[in-house]
């Protein structure tokens, strides 16, 4: 169904069973306007308090607004997307968020504040040497560890590499100062006094090997999740487990309409 049907039968009521439907294929959409929502107003969000995964959440009340100003629409909109009504909702949701909107709002504690992040806090007894800023989290605080784990990670990969082709050195030679070191076929195959194409193809056998290779692809499918996990769900905010089954989704839905239309082609008269 389109954005327009669904919002259309969820609008006539009954039908809220199809919310998660409209959500999953508009989300894209309302997470990249939060991500530039948040970078364009981060002073006032960190004043405020907002995160976001806040801007984030917001939208999905965005959507259930748009869904009604759709349904309601004049008859000089009818031809008009879905898409066009939410917008405006959102700009709302998030701007009272961030009390830029209302007087209540813009009276919230938060968004008055203007203390100091040295000042000492103070628990029940009086005695603290914590500040707030030391509550804030750092994002920066993680990365030393994640370098030190991707170098780990890429010790493996090497590792691996080096196992899988030991017994062909001059194929391992080939493949670690071609990507290792990035050299030319033609410089390799000079230093090792043997033609280039001789070198492209110890380069291809190789390369067979490391992809036939069970301990390279366990280190792949690793990859991948550690890459889904981070990187990934900080852009996208979908976990590795969502993403991983969005893709077996789409796959097993790609061989179900391959084998319709082989059964199709396969019934039709000659």
């Not at 954005?3 to 959500?23: K, T, V």
């Not at 405020?48 to 009604?68: F, H, N, P, W």
């Not at 000042?119 to 560890?145: C, F, M, R, V, W």
């Not at 090792?192 to 069970?214: D, W, Y």
Request: aromatic share 8%.
């Amino acid at each position: 169904m389109t954005n327009e049907q669904l919002a259309e039968l969820i609008g006539q009521g009954g039908n809220d069973e199809l919310l998660p439907l409209l959500w999953k294929k508009t989300r894209k959409l309302y997470r990249m306007w939060a991500d530039k929502y948040y970078i364009a107003h981060k002073e006032r969000c960190d004043l405020c308090g907002v995160t976001a995964d806040d801007i984030r959440q917001e939208s999905y009340l965005s959507m259930l607004e748009a869904v009604k100003a759709y349904t309601s629409r004049t008859e000089e909109h009818n031809e008009t997307p879905f898409i066009c009504f939410c917008k405006f909702p959102f700009k709302t949701h998030s701007a009272e968020l961030i009390g830029a909107r209302t007087k209540q709002g813009q009276s919230e504690p938060l968004n008055r504040f203007r203390g100091s992040l040295d000042e000492p806090l103070s628990d029940k007894d009086g005695e603290t040497d914590d500040t707030l800023a030391n509550l804030i989290p750092n994002p920066e605080a993680e990365q030393p560890y994640r370098d030190i784990e991707q170098a780990d990670y890429c010790r493996s990969i090497r590792e691996a590499v080096s196992h899988v082709l030991e017994e062909k050195p001059k194929e391992l030679e080939v493949i670690e100062r071609r990507y290792y070191g990035s050299e030319l076929l033609g410089d390799i195959a000079v230093s090792m006094g043997v033609s280039k194409e001789r070198i492209r193809q110890m380069q291809a056998t190789a390369l067979r090997k490391l992809r036939n290779s069970r301990e390279l692809k366990a280190l792949a499918e690793i990859g991948y999740y550690k890459h889904v996990s981070v990187n990934s769900f900080q852009r996208t905010h979908i976990s590795a487990v969502e993403k991983i089954a969005e893709e077996r989704e789409r796959r097993y839905n790609e061989f179900k309409r391959r084998l319709e239309e082989y059964r199709t082609q396969a019934a039709a008269p000659k």
